[in-house]
């Protein structure tokens, strides 16, 4: 069934509109699942990345750096719904700060940017289907934000499902939007070239590109990095953090034993029964922040010589066409991911960089730090952490972890978590005003719901 499965795959690209470019690297992915590519990496065909290049370490001469943000675009991936947390619109706009989305911050970041370098500093969004219109209308609060007539978003991508039994696209009539699926980011790549967007930042003068994802706010535009890496003549290079005990998740670069090779490995490629040492952040150091940083107009030669097929490697993701019914088909999601590209380009390299350019909010529990006073908004539009360590939460996934309940536990806002080690909380607790958190926190589980009353002091 694979031949005729590809081929109605292939018209179902066809006729939802995808374009040539992009269907061309479904159907590269398709042959490989086809044959049976799995993905995986296993441990012992690596080497763990013990010692890269530091960014403290590396001297980057002023003028040099200028000059390299002022051909530098700031791109951001935008395709995400925050459906782990029960939104059903892009997570980017999403509050985050005094009122302030995370796209409103990052607008003010490429603002105060241009301000302080006079640096254009284009900002250009990949958003999905779902995301572009309610982005571009929060982009539109920003007018300035614009440069030169250049587009301030293109679409990625989409794919149909697999069904597993027989490689055919999926049917499902109860919701056909449930049929697609994103290809990964990885076809942020692709999405370039074909939406024409990567040619038309060419043209005006553009060489740099600095990437990274819309939820992570630590990742400012940063003249050093960007004058080391014009410097450093690479056609790609990733931005890494140390790992600590509670990095357990994420990719990490390693050296591929068979070429030495830069490789990117996702818990989605490790082998289960390898666990142990993909979440060994002393076997493993460095963790990958997908902060990226490329060359525009090497980037542009690879994927016109290769037609548009960069060659990432594959990741196989088994679900269920409907993520809320065990019983509906089981299905193949073809993804590939954007940092897996160091691999694909000779001389890709990395740069270790200081913690606080990796700020994601992936859960509740992030939000609510990043809402507290551990965490400070400095001039330069950046959240950092305005304590020595950033205190541990967790709280009950029953009745924090979609937004809304979480906004509704938290009607006066975030406790002051400064003097916080940790906060745990089980059970249904609603927080009061100017509660004060110190030491190691925990509310127990009562037997019915419990209030913090205004102004208590939580203590350890």
Known sequence: ????????????????????????????????????????????????????????????????????????????????????????????????????????????????????????????????FRTQDDSLAALAQ????????????????????????????????????????????????????????????????????????SDNLGAVPNARIAGWFAASGAPYAAELCRRTAADRKGGHLAIRSSDGQLILRDTAQTPPDQMDYFTDEHRHPYFHTNNLWWDLEKLHAALTERGAVLGLPLIRNEKTVDPTDSSSPK??????????????????????????????????????????????LDADGALRLDVESAPLVDLDSRFYKTVGDFDARFPAG???????????????????????????AVLKDGDAPGTVADGVALEG
């Open 331 to 376: 299905v193949f999601q073809i993804e590939t991911a954007m940092g897996a590209a160091i691999e694909v380009f000779e001389g890709a390299t990395s740069i270790v960089v200081g913690r606080d350019r990796f700020l994601p909010v992936k859960t509740t529990n992030d939000l609510l730090l990043l809402r507290s006073d551990a965490y400070r």
């Open 414 to 440: 975030a406790p002051s978590l400064r003097g916080a080690t940790s906060l745990t909380v089980s059970g249904d607790w609603t927080f009061g005003a100017d509660v004060v958190v110190t030491g190691d």
């Open 1 to 128: 069934m694979s031949a005729e499965g590809l081929a109605q795959a292939q018209q179902k690209m066809r006729d939802g509109g995808v374009s040539p470019a992009a269907i061309d690297v479904f159907s590269h992915y398709y042959a490989a699942l086809e044959a049976g590519a799995t993905g995986l990496i296993p441990e012992e065909t690596i080497e763990p990345l013990l010692d890269p290049d530091r960014l403290e370490d590396v001297e980057i001469d002023d003028a040099a750096a200028a000059e390299a943000l002022s051909k530098t675009v700031i791109i951001k991936l935008n395709g995400g719904l925050g459906t782990s947390m029960g939104m059903d619109r892009a997570k980017s706009l999403l509050p985050v700060r005094d009122g302030q989305s995370f796209l409103d911050l990052i607008a003010g970041q490429v603002r105060k940017a241009r301000e302080a370098t006079g640096a254009r500093l284009p900002l250009v969004l990949m958003n999905s």
């Open 142 to 213: 920003h007018p300035d934000i614009e440069v030169d007539g250049l587009p301030l978003d293109f679409l990625q991508n989409r794919e149909p499902k697999i069904r597993i039994d027989d490689m055919t696209p999926v049917d499902w009539p109860a919701d056909p939007t449930l049929e697609w699926c994103p290809p990964g980011h990885g076809d942020i790549y692709t999405a370039l070239l074909s939406s024409g967007v990567l040619e038309r930042l060419l043209e005006a003068g553009f060489k740099y590109a600095s990437a990274s994802n």
